[in-house]
């Protein structure tokens, strides 16, 4: 073999772009540690007669993605179109030629990632994905590699930089959700349609990447409980900065007697927890494992070149394996695991009530909470007469019985209507 490795890129958007520009800017420092000479030498795009930012050879650049794949003079495929099609089928194409594989997909990955593992696993050759969660993050490599040894117990991150921002604004600056969607999108951290990060889509596909890493077994999207913020208010902001707590939309990975959980929602986290002080668009991940203890690592979630930073690590590392005819670490035999249902999870809770001034409010609420046996540790009242809120803090509850204490409480005369309802970070099992 000789001692350049020639890569096909796929898609040279804002991460495209940056990678090829990092590769050209730390030329030598890369050709260094990687042992070997790294060269996009194929470039697929959509649109040919788009401006772009880089430097690109002559003919290196073209809109036929699969000739790049299967082009004999590539040795490498990095995938950054996004999306499922033509994603998946490229880079079926190219494990199946058996060429590695380095991707930053996490739409793909989150929905189609046995299928990819195995075709990778059944050629032998690697298929890397650091920058699928977390952008910038070192994620994956330190679950599969540093903590191999590791039995996890749960991973919580804030895993998207919108949501993060957004709720930043809100508590900081006491800004509504719609002003503080807007002002994302002025600052290009939001999408002119903000759905997949508001309503937490983004993250779910990253907690069920998180999961399938973290617990070896096969977790998709779907199986991912998840819950948006666009039902967060200011008040609920201040109320929880009240109690002590900042609320973060939370991708969390858990595994309990053999079954696995993933969800995204919004909680309430303790001040004094590092996730509380994560702010703006940064990301962070917070693991949890029997023998390490705690350990949170913080970042740049998203942006061309953070992005681009991730997908490098594992393109060197790909290189590095290819140049020397090895593998690097897989991530072994996903096993099928049982996925544990959000109703049996279990939680402290804040619930905000809109009651009506009559006598015998309280006792009426607390009936209903006692019947289902959830038990209220705080309440507060905020206002009098008519228009008064009342903010309670569960104890540990399970899921279906405060969903069933709600359902209860909604019909109760006294009750004007149900605010918010948050889970708790602390009070766990
Ligand atoms: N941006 C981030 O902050 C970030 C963070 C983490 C992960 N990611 C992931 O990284 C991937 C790329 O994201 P991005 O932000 O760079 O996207 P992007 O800016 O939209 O770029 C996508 C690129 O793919 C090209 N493309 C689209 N369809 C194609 C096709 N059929 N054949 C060949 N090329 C095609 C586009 O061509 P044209 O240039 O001609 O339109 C463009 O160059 C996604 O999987 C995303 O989820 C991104």
Request: glycine share 12%.
């Amino acid at each position: 073999m000789t001692d350049l490795v020639r890569v096909g890129l796929l898609g040279c958007g804002n991460v495209g772009a940056a990678l090829v520009r990092v590769l050209d800017t730390n030329a030598d420092l890369i050709r260094r540690r990687a042992g070997v000479k790294i060269e996009v030498t194929r470039v697929a795009v959509h649109n040919l007669a788009k401006e772009r930012d880089v430097a690109l050879a002559p003919g290196v650049l073209t809109n036929d993605a699969d000739a790049v794949v299967s082009d004999h003079d590539v040795d490498l495929v990095v995938e950054v179109i996004g999306g499922v099609e033509p994603a998946r089928s490229l880079i079926l194409t190219a494990l199946k030629a058996h060429k590695p594989v380095v991707t930053a997909n996490k739409e793909l990955l989150a929905n189609f990632g046995g299928e990819l593992f195995e075709a990778a696993e059944t050629a032998g050759v690697d298929l890397l994905f650091e920058a699928s969660v977390a952008g910038g993050i070192p994620l994956m490599r330190p679950l599969r590699e540093s903590l191999a040894g590791e039995r996890i117990r749960r991973v919580m991150g804030i895993v998207n930089g919108t949501t993060n921002y957004v709720l930043t604004r809100m508590t900081e600056e006491g800004s509504t959700f719609a002003e503080a969607v807007a002002e994302a999108q002025a600052l290009g951290y939001a999408e002119r349609d903000p759905t997949a990060d508001v309503e937490g889509f983004d993250a779910a596909a990253k907690a069920a990447i998180i999961a399938t890493i973290a617990f070896g077994a096969r977790v998709v999207g779907g199986d991912v409980y998840r819950e948006g913020i666009t039902h967060v208010t200011a008040d609920d902001i201040a109320a929880a900065a009240e109690l002590g707590y900042g609320v973060k939309l939370l991708a969390v990975a858990d595994e309990r007697d053999g079954r696995v959980g993933a969800r995204v929602h919004p909680a309430m986290v303790p001040v004094d927890h590092p996730l509380a002080s994560v702010r703006g668009s940064y990301n962070a991940v917070f693991i949890e494992g029997e023998t390490v203890g705690q350990l949170m690592l913080l970042g740049r979630g998203a942006g061309g070149g953070p992005t681009a930073s991730a997908v490098l690590g594992d393109l060197i590392d790909a290189a590095k394996n290819l140049h020397a005819g090895a593998r690097g670490a897989t991530i072994g035999a996903l096993t099928r695991k049982p996925i544990q249902p959000i109703d049996e999870t279990a939680s402290q809770f804040y619930v905000s009530l809109d009651v009506v001034d009559r006598p015998g409010v309280l006792a009426a609420i607390a009936g209903v909470f006692g019947k289902h046996n959830v038990s209220i540790q705080s309440m507060q009242q905020k206002g009098q007469g008519e228009g008064a809120r009342l903010i309670f803090v569960t104890h540990l509850a399970r899921e279906a019985a405060l969903t069933a204490t709600i359902h209860e409480v909604r019909d109760l005369d006294v009750v004007a209507s149900v605010g918010s309802v948050l889970r708790v970070i602390g009070g766990e099992e």
